[in-house]
């Protein structure tokens, strides 16, 4: 699982002054850190080597990365695109005939995105680039004898300021759930999908056993948790603002919801997300002195 963002290199086309071309990098780090921040498997992809990349025409990224003061942020730019799960811009095969153009010009970036559900992202330098969604026209071959092309146009996902970030903070956060197979993927990946949850050992087996019909499911009703204690301030409310069907259990059926917790004492953890099909759990109990949930079970109901 990865949040994929895709360089943009048509928008490293603009004829400007280095100081101008420096503010833009300034924001574009910004931009990469906001999204990091909410997923940590985020990856940075780009056809050209980045030390390749010509920000502005005559400037290189190699020559912004090579200042002291910028070695630091480049180092950490790397480490995004060395998560990249592919070396390419695109996986073998995934472009095949298919085409994009963004105002008459080949636009790689752009079509990546498009064709891996990911986010292109872009150097601030004109307003063009000043969107959340950016229109591509799209070229496909037909099964037609004659070799006739398809042309279409697609919104594609896009940032290059934070507030774009906030637009597709739910894409951010949901990004690869869809894909999951198995549940021991959701365990290998849960420090990124779900930052505000912990999770009791015996969770892992849990994952690992869950049925095949309620991994997506059961993922996307942990992030509806997560995001729901992430938005959660403690001091005013004692209780988070639930997305999600969440309910303590009966008075009658609190018995199975006891727990060792990580410190060794048993607990209550009797409030319950649930998930389909029927009857899919989730239990955990708040931790509010740390701004968190722990997860002691997911699965079948308790004591069905």
């Not at 574009?28 to 010509?54: C, H, M, N, P, Y």
């Amino acid at each position: 699982m990865r949040v994929l963002l895709f360089f943009n290199e048509l928008s490293c086309t603009v004829v400007l002054p280095k100081e101008k071309v420096d503010d833009a990098m300034k924001q574009f780090v910004g931009v990469l850190r906001k999204i990091a921040a909410q997923r940590g498997d985020t990856a940075l992809i780009s056809e050209l080597k980045l030390a390749e990349v010509e920000l502005a025409p005559g400037y290189y990224l190699g020559e912004w990365s090579g200042r002291p003061a910028n070695r630091d942020l480049w180092r950490w730019i790397r480490g995004l695109q060395n998560r990249a799960p592919f070396s390419s811009v695109l996986p073998p095969g995934a472009e095949d005939g298919a085409e994009y153009f963004w105002e008459g010009r080949p636009a790689k970036g752009l079509g990546a995105a498009h064709l891996m559900d990911g986010a292109a992202v872009s150097l601030p330098v004109a307003p063009a680039w000043g969107v959340p969604w950016v229109r591509a026209r799209c070229e496909t071959l037909t099964d037609d004898p004659d070799g006739d092309i398809h042309e279409d146009y697609v919104e594609v996902r896009h940032a290059s300021a934070p507030d774009h970030v906030d637009v597709h903070h739910e894409w951010i956060s949901a990004a690869g759930i869809s894909e999951l197979l198995h549940g021991s993927e959701i365990w290998e990946a849960r420090a990124d999908l779900y930052p505000h949850l912990l999770f009791l050992p015996q969770t892992e087996q849990q994952f690992a056993e869950l049925e095949p019909r309620w991994v997506v499911p059961g993922a996307r009703e942990l992030l509806r948790i997560n995001e729901t204690i992430g938005q959660w301030d403690p001091a005013r409310s004692t209780a988070p603002a639930w997305r999600s069907h969440v309910t303590p259990e009966s008075a009658s059926r609190k018995h199975h919801c006891e727990f060792e917790d990580f410190d060794g004492v048993v607990r209550l953890f009797d409030l319950h997300g649930r998930f389909t099909p029927n009857p899919g759990r989730v239990y955990f109990r708040l931790v509010p002195e740390q701004r968190k949930a722990t997860i002691a079970h997911v699965g079948r109901k308790l004591g069905a």
